[in-house]
């Protein structure tokens, strides 16, 4: 316990708080820079147990941001999982960490968050979150959502039998119609205010002591803004906590295939949708992308794959036959 002594002098945590983070099973989906500044937190902190989990591996693009991984990383084109792994048992040799390099999807989820206390959110996606949601919701288990883009970003904690990400987020954006990070950007920064807004979130939950933030807290460092916006209540007909309509736990496990013969993989939205191509042309161009397109559909090349987008968001990724890295791309540069 001397290795938490400070945290164990503050009343907040104490002994009894610090032995119930030690006892705690904690899930991170995601270790990009969110995932993997919650990780650092939470690992430092003495959770005792971290299932983190990330489909994808450690580029040199990450590095600005992702504070966690090393050139070295990148270099080997280390998976993010293992990486965050290997460094984090040199800094908590203690710790139980599980690795788990997989696509979270309807097919792997309860595996991989099964027997987490809490469930905390670094996704590069809403659909993503839509399906943790679901699957915490189903489960009655807490998460914490944080996203961020740009220079801002937000984070709430959903807690069994209150109002769930659909409750504040209605409808899933149309794939296309958001930037991401590849068209927007992101700033280090951002990400450590808010990684650590939901880490201090997570350590009330764990610790059993605190009153959780009731609200939806917005940050935009750039221009130094810190707004709480309120949840709005349970609604009656959100189809996740009101009618136990888990759609993206349901559907989402068929949006992709590989095709058969052609190295590459195809894509559906969750949601049927309508795709501003002429919108998603221009902020594809922004981003340094050569793009083609028609009334039709949309092409171009980003990273080693080929894209081909149409109106209905459905999309084509050429170069691979992994669903899960055909996944991260068309999150990447598509969206939801």
């Known amino acids: 316990m001397n290795r938490y002594s400070r945290q164990t002098i503050f009343g907040g945590i104490g002994p009894a708080g610090q032995q119930r983070l ?42 600005p941001r992702q504070t966690l991984y090393t050139e070295a990383d990148a270099q080997a084109l280390t998976p993010k999982a293992v990486a965050a792994a290997a460094h984090g048992r040199a800094i908590n040799s203690a710790a139980r960490i599980t690795p788990l390099v997989l696509d979270l999807n309807p097919a792997t989820i309860d595996a991989a968050l099964g027997g987490a206390d809490l469930i905390l959110d670094g996704a590069d996606n809403l659909e993503l979150r839509y399906l943790i949601n679901d699957w915490c919701v189903r489960e009655r288990r807490p998460w914490i959502y944080t996203g961020v883009l ?16 659909r409750c504040i987020f209605p409808r899933i954006p149309a794939p296309g119609s ?23 979130e997570a350590l009330k939950l764990l610790a059993g002591s605190g ?22 209540p349970r609604r ?37 949708t309508s795709l ?37 968001g459905r999309a084509i990724i050429t170069g691979t036959d992994d669903e899960s890295i055909a996944r991260g791309v068309y999150a990447r540069w598509i969206g939801n």
Not at 278 to 295: F, P, Y
Request: net charge negative; charged share 15%; proline share 6%.
């Open 178 to 200: 958001s930037p991401t990070c590849e068209t927007a950007g992101v700033v280090g920064p951002v990400v450590g205010v808010l990684a650590n807004l939901a880490a201090a």
């Open 22 to 63: 030690h006892n705690a099973t904690v899930a991170i989906v995601g270790l990009g820079a969110t995932g993997s500044a919650l990780f650092n937190t939470l690992l430092r902190a003495g959770v005792g147990h971290l299932q983190i989990i990330d489909r994808d591996w450690v580029e040199e693009h990450n590095l």
């Open 276 to 312: 501003d191509l002429t919108a998603l042309a221009r902020r594809l161009a922004a981003a340094g992308l050569a793009v083609q397109h028609t009334e039709h559909l949309l092409r171009c090349a980003a990273e080693a794959y080929r894209l081909t987008v149409f109106p209905d």
């Open 150 to 165: 740009a220079a801002h970003g937000m984070t709430a904690t959903l807690q069994p039998g209150g109002p769930c990400l």
């Open 211 to 232: 009153t959780p933030n009731p609200g939806l807290l917005a940050v935009d460092v750039w221009s130094w803004t810190f707004d709480q916006l309120p949840i709005p």
């Open 236 to 272: 009656a007909d959100c189809p996740a906590c009101g009618l136990g309509d888990y759609q993206f736990l349901d559907s989402a496990a068929s949006r992709t295939a590989a095709l058969c013969g052609r190295d590459a993989v195809q894509i559906r939205p969750a949601v049927r």
